[in-house]
């Protein structure tokens, strides 16, 4: 079952605004990642944040962690076109002695120019 | 960055036939690898996942007779749609992880189409 749920589930805006995508989770984890994936493509890694890390920068990227309200948020600042993907947060469940990853539902984002 | 190659990315196939799909670690040994199942416009479903050397171990409401996957090395990991049908279709993601277990490198996908 899925973990993350987010919001909103599509953003649409022009180049040059700041994005900002949401991400609930249900139960305690120990990192908490996001992802972006172009359509009709496989995923790639933005950033990981650790439970016991409350923000986290890489370049334009800013995500927060707020583990009292299970909760992260990504914001894209300067937003180009070529942003233009889905995101995906994704927390890790740890099962058997291995960790696996769940997503959450995804936010599309559309950057235009 | 670690390097994961999916292959086929897409494949049209007959209903009752069998397909095989590869995923393979470039530069890194892969432990684990997971499979993921993807709707248009959803979210990643985790299908199962695969530990060189052992059963895989399939997640909730998956068929493991239907999905075989076999993780033959530390490299490759294969999962094979027996007797496919058309409510099989659907984008297909691999992905592995270093011995540090955390972030996951995907494949790019295979989209599956059954007549």
């Known amino acids: 079952s899925q973990q993350g749920e987010e919001d909103p589930q599509a953003l649409s805006i022009q180049e040059g605004e700041n994005a900002t995508m949401n991400c609930s989770y249900k139960?305690?984890?120990?990192?908490l990642q996001w992802y972006r994936q172009n359509s009709g493509r496989g995923l790639v890694h933005l950033i990981l944040i650790r439970s016991n890390e409350r923000e986290k920068h890489s370049g334009r990227l800013r995500v927060t962690l707020d583990t009292s309200k299970k909760s992260s948020s990504l914001l894209i600042t300067a937003s180009r076109a070529a942003d233009t993907a889905s995101y995906f947060c994704?927390?890790?469940?740890?099962?058997?002695?291995?960790?696996?990853?769940?997503f959450g539902a995804g936010t599309r984002l559309a950057v235009h120019p | 960055g670690a390097v994961v190659s999916q292959h086929p990315s897409r494949v049209i196939c007959k209903s009752g036939t069998s397909v095989k799909i590869e995923c393979r670690s470039l530069?890194?040994?892969?432990?684990?690898m997971f499979w993921y199942r993807q709707f248009p416009k959803q979210s990643l479903m985790l299908m199962a996942t695969?530990?060189?050397?052992?059963?895989?171990?399939?997640e909730q409401g998956v068929e493991k007779d239907k999905f075989l996957i076999n993780h033959a090395s530390l490299t490759l990991s294969t999962l094979t749609v027996t007797s496919a049908h058309p409510e099989d279709s659907s984008f297909y993601i691999c992905s592995a992880s270093t011995t540090t277990n955390e972030k996951l490198f995907f494949g790019s996908g295979t989209q599956l189409s059954v007549l």
């Open positions: 695969s530990n060189e050397g052992s059963k895989a171990t399939y």
């Open positions: 139960t305690s984890i120990n990192n």
């Open positions: 994704a927390t890790d469940a740890i099962t058997g002695g291995y960790n696996k990853l769940i």
């Open positions: 530069d890194f040994q892969a432990t684990t």
